[in-house]
């Protein structure tokens, strides 16, 4: 098996005490690979997953202010954000879109939402969409304001909204929620995706996937999603890894194979 978790957040205060175990215990589920999610805190820190890229060769970053932070996030955020983006390990910029779920204004969170967009397509490089609850103003702003690649993180929508997704040239990224009784219509959407546009997730520490649900997700489990996204499309577990691996590889590395 060679995998990819292409979310987590490993600079977590969760992961304090045993980073290292949680890294073995991924490496040994065949975890090859690991996009940590850089938005940590919120600003001004933007370097949570830089951190750790710049210390383990198989971990990358992404960096990029949440919109549940956009409060915290100045002119000075966007200029070193800039800067952040072109470190060799920084593979996109994210996780950035809108939440409407929790109390960030979303008449704060659109325009930094826009404002990171166009920083991406300058520095060519794909974007980490997170959506909660602003399904067709994220659409919207989408189709607005950004040409190039990118990652609908943590696919929790049905069929419907991943043709809009797939139709404006996006990856989607299944994680923990597709294992759980309720999801079918994750699962509809997972099965009519096409195979070069899939990704596999843990998102942890949050969502572990059955039969880890309730506890504190860590990278390892990418395993039970990924065999459980296999099984819903009838394929081996090892088909379905080298292929998300494969999309990640084009995708945020650049590959051409
Ligand atoms: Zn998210
Ligand atoms: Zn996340």
């Not at 977590?12 to 290292?20: A, M, P, T, V, Y």
């Not at 040994?28 to 370097?47: H, K, N, Q, S, Y």
């Not at 994220?138 to 950004?146: A, S, W």
């Not at 969502?207 to 860590?218: M, Q, S, T, Y």
């Amino acid at each position: 098996m060679n995998l990819v978790d292409s979310h987590c957040h490993l600079d977590d205060k969760q992961f304090e005490e045993d980073r290292e175990a949680v890294i073995e215990r991924a490496q040994a589920a065949g975890v090859e690979r690991f996009l940590a999610i850089g938005t940590g805190d919120g600003p001004p820190d933007l370097e949570a997953a830089i951190r750790l890229a710049d210390r383990y060769p198989f971990i990358y970053a992404t960096v990029g202010v949440h919109p549940n932070d956009v409060a915290k996030a100045t002119d000075e955020t966007f200029d070193r954000l800039k800067d952040l983006l072109s470190h060799s390990k920084t593979l996109a910029l994210g996780e950035i879109g809108l939440d409407y779920h929790w109390d960030s204004p979303p008449d704060m969170q659109r325009p930094a939402f826009i404002r990171q967009l166009e920083m991406a397509q300058s520095a060519r490089k794909p974007i980490v969409i997170h959506t909660r609850d602003a399904w067709s103003d994220t659409i919207q702003i989408l189709r607005d304001n950004y040409r190039g690649g990118g990652i609908f993180h943590c696919f929790t929508s049905g069929p419907a909204e991943a043709k809009e997704a797939l139709d404006l040239g996006f990856h989607l990224s299944f994680g923990g929620v597709l294992t759980f009784p309720k999801a079918e219509q994750v699962r509809e959407a997972a099965r009519m995706v096409p195979l070069d546009r899939l990704l596999v997730e843990t998102d942890a520490p949050y969502l572990a996937p059955a039969p880890h649900r309730g506890k504190r997700n860590e990278p390892a489990f990418v395993l039970d999603t990924t065999r459980k996204l296999a099984e819903i499309r009838g394929m081996e577990p090892t088909e379905l890894a080298a292929a998300t691996t494969r999309n990640f590889e084009r995708l945020c590395l650049r590959y051409t194979g």
